[in-house]
């Protein structure tokens, strides 16, 4: 009987996982779970992805003493007044907090890049193990810490609560018959001799009128520069300001108000109120030159345009409320997202579109609640993704993005795109490791994006536990999902004198205490090895069909396959031992190898053209690993007591698995190929 032909199945990179999807559905490039802690160069090739070391030489501890995490973390950035970009003013500052142990919540500042870190303020218990929230308009960063706390600000200089510097309110009274009918506030704002303005005072006690007029008093303004004042008032029952009239002179004191309502609403709206932020706001976020805050229900404040910390309390706030969402909460705010603020919540999507100008009384904001079906568990984890991404839909089709999007994680276990009125799944390729999430401690995670290497991982508690324990990275260049173990409270992109682009990280376990690292530094996590797996998908090898074209293949599901031997090209930058693994037909990613083999990386020294070892500067031998290796693996079964006859596995399908027996190595599996027979007939069986 003649041979069966030898056959081959070539893969170029392995890209990714797929749990969620029948080996069929997918193409061979892509693996169908079991991959970890690799990621994809821009070259396609799965390498095992680099460590984190701690910048945090020595863990902080809280103001009385005891075991922190760095629960957030955000980088500000002051540039030199000369535009000297070498003189710019890097700061970061992280939120230090004991959790239930108590009873410190505490702000810290470091300008070294998180080596050494200094106390600035500490909230105590009333915060613990809330998550913070940090924005930045200008040089202006304001801070919401969350339930009865007041919403701080900071300058590049002084930390602060958020507030405005203004006067006292004026008072009001009626003053003889005139045209006001209805209940009134007023507000006298100082005008400057430069023709700038102050900020308004607070608002008068209310006055209700009947046909009458009435008098404004106040107290003159100290400050030497002001030359007169604006006074300014709501129409009857209303809540904006619009210039009523004049009061010239510092010393001036009083105004008489007159004005009919037609009259009044024809005028100019104030626009610097000065009401500082309410106290309580868990989120802060700038859009369109405003600052907006957030609190725990549903209601959203914006700021006067230019001014972060100054509002109109009466007027200036939406609340995000139809009949369907009444009982839905607050989950923080992304702004300048195709020119709307997307207002985030948990069971629904909101926007607000428009310039923010007024319009008589009313201001060019729409608020409107979109079609899509789910909201998010934090605002934290909504990344911007750029045009162009790429994602595995629910077919296991390739599919492009057509425009900027917001990716972010539900409170039902997905990811899902958001294009400003829709929302689309895409986390199909780890749909099981998402569904891991705690529900209950699913406001801690977060999101952080990667622009340097086209990633963005989501890092967030699962299987019971209380903090962020793993992570799942797609990488949009490619459309694939792997898991990472990134066991984290925190992490943003940061930039320094020397990088533009760095990643730190919060450490999430109070055992370790509060430190932070720097990702992507070193071969070990934070000393540990990594454990760094590519696993492929199931391979069953193809046979031609004919389609529309003319052409095509399917898989040979139906016949046994003799696996031959697996030949693969692997980078390498120091000396090590890779295992290849093998498994027969639908193996799990846990399962048994079926068999394996061993690479071995050799080390090679260094020597000049007339063979003697060149040396370092301290004398030693340079010695180098193999940039790749090509090698080649027989497929045999796994049985230590086969006889000497080499036995080919044989099965429907094969999956294989790569891993380092080097703790620190650190290496790359370039591209791979299988070679098989067809076995005759449909009675064979796999050989155990």
Known sequence: MAHAPLRFIAVGAVLGDSESFESLALPSVYSSGGSRNTWLDRYGRASSILGYSRRTTTPVVS??????????????????????????????????????GGPDFELHFSTNGGQTWTRQLNLGSTALNHI??????????????????????YDGTTLSIASTPRQSAPAAAAAGAGNLTGTYYWRVQPVKSDGTVKAASPSSPVLSLNAQNATITWTADTDVNVTGYNILRTAANGATYFFDGYALGRTATSFTSTQGDMLLIQNAVADFYGDAPPTGMCFVEPHKERMWYGDQNRRWYYSDAGRPVSINLGASYFDMTDAATSSDRNRGGTGNFRGMFVAWFERSIWTVSGTGQMSGMVIDFQRRRTSAQIGTVHHKTVARIPKGAIYIDALGRSVETSGVTLAYLTPLGDVRLFDGENDTIISFLKARTFLRLTYGSREKSFAVMDVARNEVTWVFPVDGQAEPSIGVTWNYQYGTMTERSWPFACAIPSEESNDSSVLLAGSADLSVGGVCYLLWDGLTFDGAPIDAIAMTKTFYGEAPVMNDDGGGNAPLTYAQKRWRWVEALVKADSAMDLLVEWFPTEADDDSAAYGSDIVHVALGVLVSA????????????????????????????GNPGAPTRMHYGHSRGMRLRFSSLTPTASWSLVGFSVAYQVLPGLKREFRH
């Open 610 to 637: 007339n063979g003697d070892p060149i040396l370092s500067s301290d004398g030693d031998q340079i010695v180098l690993g193999k940039d790749t290796l090509l090698w080649r693996s027989r497929v045999r079964e």
């Open 132 to 153: 913070p929230d940090f924005a930045q308009l200008g040089t202006l960063l304001t801070i919401a810490f969350g339930i009865n706390q007041a919403v701080y600000q």
């Open 63 to 100: 103001q009385t003493g005891k075991p922190v995490r760095l629960r957030a973390l955000y980088h500000y950035v002051t540039p030199a007044p000369s535009g000297d970009p070498s003189l710019t003013t890097r700061t970061e500052m992280a939120i230090f907090d004991t959790g239930t």
